[in-house]
C-alpha cells in the first residue's frame, strides 16, 4: 500500500523506494521546497554536503551519422563532467545535453532537477565518477524536484551496477 504522500510525486519515488526497501537498503527520505540545481538542493539536506549529492546527467552520445544513444552521467554535486573525457570513454564524435523533451521521454514525464541516479530504470547505461563513491552516503532527487533520498554509496553500487569512470 503506497504511503499518501507519494501519491502527489512521480511514480518513480515509489519505485525507487519499493527497490530499496526490497533490498534491505539504509536510506531516509527528505520532502523539500522545489530544487532545480545540486547547490540548492544541498541547502535542503540537512547532513550531507553538495559533494555527496549523486548529479546525474542525461546525454545524447553521437558515435557515428547513425549511430546515437542516450547515457546518464552521475556525478558529485560540486562537479562537472569532462567532455572530452566523455567523449574518448564513450568512443564519441561528439556529445550533448539531452533536451527537456527528451529528458521527459526517457523517463516517463521526470522533470529536470528531478531525475534519479537510477538510469536503470530507463533503460540507460550508468557511467559514475568515482570520486562520489568515496562517500559513504550519497543523496539525490528521487524522481521529483521537492523528494529527496540519502542511501548508502555502496548500495547504489549494488542496485544501479553503473560503470565506474572518472568523467570529470
Not at 73 to 93: E, I, Q
Not at 107 to 121: A, M
Not at 124 to 135: A, M, S
Request: glycine share 8%; with cysteine.
Amino acid at each position: 500500500m503506497q504511503s499518501p504522500i507519494l501519491n502527489n510525486y512521480h511514480p518513480v519515488v515509489s519505485q525507487i523506494l519499493e527497490i530499496l526497501e526490497k533490498n534491505n537498503c539504509w536510506h531516509e527520505t527528505f520532502e523539500h521546497e522545489p530544487v532545480r540545481t545540486s547547490e540548492e538542493a544541498a541547502q535542503l539536506r540537512d547532513g550531507y554536503t553538495l559533494a555527496q549529492g549523486a548529479k546525474a546527467i542525461l546525454i545524447r552520445v553521437k558515435i557515428s551519422s547513425t549511430e546515437k544513444r542516450f547515457v546518464m552521467l552521475v556525478m558529485p554535486g560540486d562537479a562537472r563532467f569532462d567532455s572530452d573525457k566523455v567523449k574518448k570513454l564513450l568512443g564519441a564524435k561528439n556529445i550533448r545535453f539531452a533536451t527537456e523533451e527528451e529528458v521527459l521521454e526517457i523517463t516517463g514525464g521526470v522533470l529536470l532537477g528531478g531525475v534519479p541516479p537510477f538510469g536503470n530504470l530507463f533503460g540507460l547505461e550508468v557511467f559514475v565518477d568515482p570520486t562520489l563513491l568515496e562517500n559513504e552516503k550519497i543523496i539525490f532527487n528521487a524522481g521529483d524536484k521537492s523528494f529527496s533520498v540519502g542511501m548508502l554509496a555502496n548500495d547504489y553500487v549494488r542496485l544501479v551496477g553503473p560503470t565506474k569512470e572518472g568523467i570529470i
